[in-house]
């Protein structure tokens, strides 16, 4: 979650509603959420259900060139990982609805999971600041991974997804930590350089992984990266860190490594691709850094939040 603009600014009564339909609820509740909107006082100018992945980048592209104030996006995190970063530094806002399986981006937004309260945040809300992360000169939302997440992003059914939800990326996840392979790790800080092997490395400029924080300190607007890993020795450390997940004591073990840094270095042996959005966008080495207050977003006002 993070804190409203030093002077709370309500967002415009006047938008465009696009909605990813191939995401986990979209298709489902593309109408219902129309029907929220437009009884909550927002006058929706244009509406597009947008069945093709490929075609939303450019639907989203034409509203901003037109000049449009407010343009609400439904959808999960590989859907906000595409589109996000045509936001940065422009006057648009972006009002979010969670229509997909984890909804990372907008559970570390503060935004709920429910349709009506995320329909209420978009209508009654504050315009906030989101921090965007940047690997290698391409810019990511919430959460990037190094490691094997995109072997379980390909393998999990997407009718399963629909049916369960994230416990399908749990059901699945468990099943490649036991089989995944350690690498050696070399992360460099402006405070210090370690090397350490590991299976997995998450990269996170917001808040949530799944449904569970990586750190207690992290927000989307605090101007900081966490890089958070678990240094292992054997397979069964590897199911130790997604158990630590669940539970939410991953914080806790004496092999866990957390970087609190502006910017960062990591380089693999060997080589591994770097999971954004659920997809592979770049490979390691890479450098890491934040794009503070990069986009304007539709955020819980302080009455929403319960602060």
């Known amino acids: ?36 909107l437009q009884n909550h006082g927002i006058d929706i100018v244009e509406s597009y259900p947008v069945r093709k992945p490929e075609q939303l980048r ?72 989101v ?10 939302i919430n959460i990037a991974s190094i490691g094997f997440s995109k072997q379980v992003i390909n393998a999990t059914p997407r009718r399963l997804k629909q049916y369960l939800g994230i416990i399908a990326y749990i059901l699945y996840e ?38 569970r924080k990586v750190h207690p300190e992290a927000s989307l607007d605090d101007d900081k990266l966490f890089i958070f890993m678990m240094d292992s020795e054997n397979e069964w450390q590897g199911l130790k860190f997604w158990i630590g997940f669940l539970l939410g004591r991953h914080l806790s073990f004496p092999e866990s490594k957390v970087y609190i840094t502006k910017s960062a270095s990591i380089e693999t042996i060997p080589k591994k691709y770097v ?3 659920g997809e592979k966008f770049t490979h390691t080495p890479v450098q890491i850094s934040v794009d503070h207050r990069a986009v304007r977003a539709m955020g819980p006002s302080k009455s929403q939040n319960g602060s």
Do not use: W
């Open 1 to 36: 979650m993070i804190e409203n603009i030093s002077t709370p600014t309500p967002g415009p009564k006047e938008a465009v509603l696009i909605v990813n339909t191939h995401s986990r609820r979209g298709e489902r509740l593309f109408f219902r959420a129309l029907d929220l």
């Open 58 to 129: 450019k639907i989203v592209q034409r509203m901003i060139d037109e000049g449009h104030s407010l343009i609400i996006v439904g959808g999960g995190d590989g859907t906000f990982h595409t589109i996000t970063e045509l936001f940065a530094h422009k006057e648009v806002i972006l009002g979010i609805l969670p229509l997909g399986t984890a909804n990372n981006f907008a559970r570390s937004l503060g935004i709920p999971m429910d349709l009506d309260k995320a329909v209420e945040v978009i209508c009654n809300g504050n315009v906030v600041p």
């Open 131 to 140: 921090d965007l992360g940047v690997i290698n000169n391409q810019y990511f």
């Open 174 to 211: 468990t099943k490649f930590l036991l089989t995944q392979e350690l690498f050696d790790c070399t992360i460099k800080t402006d405070e210090k350089a370690e090397k350490l092997k590991t299976r997995q490395i998450i990269i996170a400029n917001g808040s949530f992984y799944g449904t």
């Open 275 to 277: 999971i954004m959005g």
